[in-house]
């Protein structure tokens, strides 16, 4: 039957008839796939969330609200999802991070297999993470330490302070006092001696990076607290009531551990806005505001606006450039004191091309053009950096130096390292 006469057709015949069929139906359903996609994204965009709230102060619990407070209100926590939350109550997204999910297995089974090919047995190795993570006890003691000391100090000077000071004849000196008591703290008790345990105990990367990242942290919840509650005292008047109205220890309590660095009197955190579309970036401005939204938000209320303070709106290129040099600071800082060597490559390239490329790659660039652009040399600056510290990494392990010198530790080793292979 002429039903059944393509059975006996030439392959290359065969091809020919059946490519146009088939690729008009991947065609329909590729074009079925984006339409409902796009149709799905743009819904849940335009649809309210379900629940809105914002902390209230006075009645100590929660309110619902339209729209944020503008930035000179300080910050403003909304009980909200996550971008990726939301982009995966998508169907068609979800399947697409269950795709990526698939893909990662199959390269550890690929691995697992090649191994044991190779190897004629499983090859499961842990040398590397029980390195990294050594010392593990002089870790957790030094962060009982600073955890203890942060959630003390801090707290106890601010309450004696802010007890006495309208009663006392000199509230200048009085607040010079106990402000120098807390920098003294920030400085020696929670800056210098953390470092000093994670250098003279020769900690490993990944246990040296839990310690000071976490100094960083808190450095940064204490100071955050004392500015948020400060301006509550300076303006409270003792005629309106006897008492100071002065923060809890449980809220305190609850703050630092609280997944933000601004501080808040109810805080029930439901704001899972910590990023950002910062893939979708077009300039280095948006990709650094919304990488890390806890982060930005700290250098923005206490870095940024107190230069604009200080120097009035016109300087916005000092501030931002001020908040560049505070952040490749920290940066370069933490780098240090964890590998145990100064190599300034990421201070660098954070100053240098990250400056140049801020105001280059500005918010005024439009088109998908740029953020290629900027994924490129995003790409590129990372790799080099990755790659510049591990040959500095291995050559100070495998070019170690009998009696270093102050400029030793300053000098790239991987200048005058020659390692025969």
């Not at 902390?55 to 000179?72: I, L, M």
């Not at 190795?125 to 390195?131: A, S």
């Not at 008047?237 to 630092?256: C, E, H, R």
């Not at 995003?378 to 130096?401: D, F, V």
Request: aromatic share 18%; glycine share 6%; net charge positive.
């Amino acid at each position: 039957p002429e039903v059944f006469s393509f059975l006996f057709l030439p392959s290359s015949k065969l091809y020919q008839q059946m490519k146009p069929a088939f690729m008009q139906r991947i065609d329909s359903h590729f074009t079925e796939f984006v339409n409902g996609l796009i149709a799905k994204s743009v819904q849940l965009e335009s649809s309210p969330p379900a629940f809105q709230a914002v902390c209230s102060e006075k009645d100590g619990g929660f309110k619902s609200k339209e729209s944020r407070a503008p930035p000179e209100h300080g910050k403003v926590f909304v009980a909200r999802k996550s971008v990726l939350d939301e982009l995966f109550e998508v169907k068609d997204i979800r399947t697409i991070h269950h795709v990526f999910i698939a893909f990662f297995i199959m390269i550890i089974l690929c691995t697992l297999i090649v191994d044991s090919i190779d190897e004629g047995r499983l090859v499961v190795k842990f040398d590397l993470l029980v390195y990294v993570f050594g010392k593990s006890s002089v870790v957790a003691s030094t962060w009982l330490y600073m955890f203890l000391s942060t959630l003390t100090v801090p707290y106890g000077l601010f309450l004696l302070w802010a007890q006495g000071y309208h009663g006392s004849s000199h509230k200048t000196i009085r607040s010079a006092f106990f402000g120098g008591l807390f920098m003294i703290f920030q400085i020696f008790g929670l800056g210098v001696g953390p470092a000093y345990i994670a250098v003279a105990y020769n900690l490993p990367p990944a246990s040296a990076f839990i310690v000071i990242l976490e100094q960083v942290r808190l450095l940064m919840k204490g100071y955050s607290f004392i500015r948020e509650n400060t301006s509550r005292i300076l303006s409270f008047t003792p005629q309106k009531t006897n008492t100071v109205q002065v923060p809890k220890v449980s809220q305190y309590l609850y703050f630092l551990f609280a997944p933000t660095l601004i501080y808040r009197d109810m805080l029930r955190f439901a704001d899972r806005m910590f990023y950002k579309d910062w893939w979708n970036s077009k300039s280095y401005a948006r990709y650094f505001r919304t990488s890390n939204v806890v982060v930005h938000d700290w250098l923005y209320y206490y870095a940024y606006r107190d230069v604009l303070w200080l120097f009035g709106k016109k300087f916005k290129a000092v501030a931002m450039l001020s908040v560049f040099t505070l952040s490749a600071i920290v940066h370069e800082y933490v780098l240090a004191v964890c590998f145990g060597y100064f190599y300034p490559v990421l201070f660098f390239f954070y100053m240098g091309f990250g400056t140049l490329f801020n105001f280059i790659l500005s918010d005024r660039r439009k088109g998908p053009i740029w953020t290629m652009i900027l994924w490129l040399t995003l790409g590129l600056g990372i790799t080099m950096i990755h790659y510049l510290y591990s040959l500095e990494w291995n050559a100070h392990k495998h070019c170690p130096l009998k009696n270093p010198t102050f400029l030793d530790y300053v000098k790239p080793r991987s200048w005058t390292c020659h390692l025969k292979v």
